[in-house]
């Protein structure tokens, strides 16, 4: 069955940076396309990037634009976020999805989800 | 400010139904298939109705989705104790070249 595992969360100070990864397995990684969301506590949920199945095509929300950046290796089922010069506001359950159709451009669904990684940005 | 909207509550009694709604504009629900997400607490968020009315396999019947111009809505018929969750719709906005999200139906079974 299709199981993403997210790891990397923790506490981190305004300013710095941290990665996420996203382990997947039960299916053909490298024949979808993969999108971070989050929720932070009390709040809804946000889309934050996705990512082609080949890595060739990259899409950002404005909120995090230009500071975070998503990636893959298909070699390794493996899915990443380099968040960057971390906020208060980036404080947030970061949840790692598989896009619903296999070579999509991202727009139609998210079909499965992992279970998060809490990020807390705090001095 | 949620750039879907939907009521912040609803609630209905076991075997009772209950709809919720998810309004938008033109460029997102008016062009774009729209999803819906039960959210419980602590646990992965979880596809209920994906391009706004197709249930995916395993998800109960009791669980439908329908749309009527730039509103579409999540019904759910014969509530369970364990429906009771937050609900979030979510569709691509072809303006905001971004996923939008509504800000969440907190449902309680009375």
């Known amino acids: 069955q299709v199981q993403l595992v997210e790891s990397g969360g923790g506490v981190v100070q305004p300013g710095r940076s941290l990665r996420l990864s996203c382990a997947a397995s039960?299916?053909?990684?490298?024949?979808?396309?993969m999108h971070w969301v989050r929720q932070a506590p009390g709040k809804g949920l946000e889309w934050v990037a996705f990512?082609?199945?080949?890595?060739?095509?990259?899409s950002y929300g404005d909120s995090v634009k230009g500071r975070f950046a998503i990636s893959r290796d298909n070699s390794q089922n493996t899915l990443y976020l380099q968040m960057n010069s971390l906020t208060a506001e980036d404080t947030a359950v970061y949840f790692c999805a598989r896009d619903g159709r296999i070579y999509s451009s991202g727009k139609d669904f998210f079909e499965f989800w992992g279970q998060g990684t809490r990020v807390t940005v705090s001095s | 400010q949620s750039v879907l909207t939907q009521p912040p509550s609803a609630s209905g009694t076991p075997g009772q139904g209950v709809s919720i709604s998810c309004s938008g504009t033109w460029s997102n629900i008016g062009r774009n298939g729209v999803n819906w997400y039960q959210n419980l607490p602590g646990t992965a968020p979880k596809l209920l109705i994906y391009r706004s009315d197709q249930r995916p396999s395993g998800v109960p019947d009791r669980f439908s989705g329908s749309r009527s111009g730039s509103t579409v809505f999540l019904a759910i018929s014969g509530l369970q104790s364990e429906d009771e969750a937050d609900y979030y719709c979510a569709t691509w906005d072809d303006s905001l070249n971004a996923w939008v999200f509504g800000g969440g139906t907190k449902l309680t079974v009375l």
């Open positions: 039960g299916f053909t990684f490298s024949n979808y396309g």
């Open positions: 990512i082609y199945f080949d890595g060739n095509k990259i």
